[in-house]
């Protein structure tokens, strides 16, 4: 598996990464399915997934590892993961607010 590619939403031309933002992007509706998730500052948590899925950072910054390296995703950042299971860790001060999108199709 190759690593992932951090991507940074458009603002200029799709406005601020909000949750709303987020599900006018992944049309038509029915077909996604959106989940938005808040972490205190420093907390550990972990993400499981049957099928691949984008990750969303709307606030804060996290980090994770894939295949044995590690991705770094701030506020304003995405990224394609596929199925699996994935340990992270919120990072610095401020809380982190995520959404996770997969398709139902």
């Known amino acids: 598996m190759t690593t992932p590619s951090i991507q940074t939403w458009p603002e200029a ?3 601020a990464l909000t949750e709303a933002a987020i ?8 077909n996604f399915k959106l989940y938005v998730n ?3 500052a420093a907390q550990q948590f972990a993400v ?5 899925f984008f990750l969303y950072v709307v606030t804060g910054a996290c980090k994770t590892s894939v295949d ?12 394609s993961l ?3 299971s994935y340990a992270f860790e919120a990072l610095g001060t401020e ?3 995520l959404v ?6």
Not at 23 to 30: K, T
Request: no cysteine.
């Open 95 to 97: 809380a982190l607010q």
């Open 82 to 84: 596929a199925a699996g």
């Open 23 to 30: 599900r006018a992007h992944h049309q038509p509706e029915e």
């Open 100 to 105: 996770k999108v997969f398709s139902r199709a």
């Open 68 to 79: 044995g390296h590690e991705l770094r995703l701030a506020a304003g950042q995405f990224v």
């Open 48 to 52: 499981k997934a049957g099928h691949e």
């Open 13 to 15: 031309k799709s406005g």
């Open 38 to 40: 808040a972490y205190e």
